[in-house]
């Protein structure tokens, strides 16, 4: 049975939210399999997006977990949309949700064409401009994620601080949000200097992960805590007098 959110909560999300969302994260942690799957690419210098390039073996294990995490991660942001109370910051918070999983789907449908920090012949066409406009386009919907990654925890975080709700958002969101554009000014960085952007890449997308399963945990706590509440509630309506 659904158990009964309270009033000033702001409400309860199914079930299968809380776990599409945990498993959002899992799937979008496909660039550990890296280690297994392709030895080959740098780590430390080169792009994660050149896991998922079309000439490189496996690719496709890597574009369906962008492919798959962007579907789920639409699918909780419109069923919180529906299903929770909407205020202003947490609209817009699910709504951000919704727009890095359209993103994410974008990195899966526009693929690098080739690992530049692998094959010399990928980088001098790069630098040409000779490459397909997928490859091209890639840049955009993977900065796009990340902007809308980190929207969705900050404006996520400022709903449950300004109205009371999921604690873990309330004390975790921003803290990720601010880890995340930190990195993501590194990235900057290590592109001007030539190195360690393999790594700070992995963990930008580490961070992500973390906010996904930061959202799942939110979301299963306030159903632990209703139904935690549940027999309290029932108890005092029971010696209510008539």
């Known amino acids: 049975m659904q158990p009964e959110p309270r009033e000033d909560a702001p409400g309860l999300a199914p079930g299968f939210a809380v776990a599409l969302a ?3 994260g899992i799937t ?8 297994f799957l392709s030895p ?4 430390i210098n080169g792009y994660v997006s050149e896991l998922s390039a079309v000439d490189q073996p496996f690719h496709q294990i890597y574009s369906a977990g962008d492919f798959v995490t962007g579907v789920l991660s639409i699918v909780v942001a419109v069923t919180c949309l529906l299903t929770l109370r909407r ?14 999983g359209v993103c994410a789907i974008g990195d899966a449908v526009f693929p690098l064409d080739c690992a530049p920090s692998l094959e010399t012949w990928c980088a001098l066409r790069e630098r040409s401009e000779n490459v397909s406009f997928s490859h091209q386009f890639h840049a955009v919907t993977s900065s796009m ?5 980190v929207s969705a925890l900050l404006t996520l975080s400022i709903a449950a601080r300004r109205y009371g ?14 880890a995340e554009t930190a ?3 590194s990235t900057v960085l290590a592109m001007l200097l030539g190195q360690w952007l393999g790594i700070i890449q992995r963990v930008q997308i580490s961070v992500l992960v973390l906010g996904l399963f930061t959202i799942a945990w939110a979301l299963h706590d306030d159903r632990r805590r209703a139904r935690r ?8 309506h029971e010696r209510t007098p008539l």
């Open 183 to 185: 990195f993501a000014l």
């Open 145 to 149: 994620v990340i902007v809308f990654g």
């Open 40 to 43: 080959d690419l740098d780590v």
């Open 165 to 178: 709700w999921w604690p873990v958002l309330a004390r975790w969101g921003w803290r990720l949000a601010v």
């Open 229 to 236: 509440d549940a027999p309290h509630d029932r108890s005092d």
């Open 87 to 100: 205020r202003p910051w947490s609209a817009l918070g699910w709504s951000f949700l919704g727009l890095f």
């Open 22 to 24: 945990a498993i959002a």
């Open 28 to 35: 979008y942690s496909t660039f550990l399999l890296e280690h």
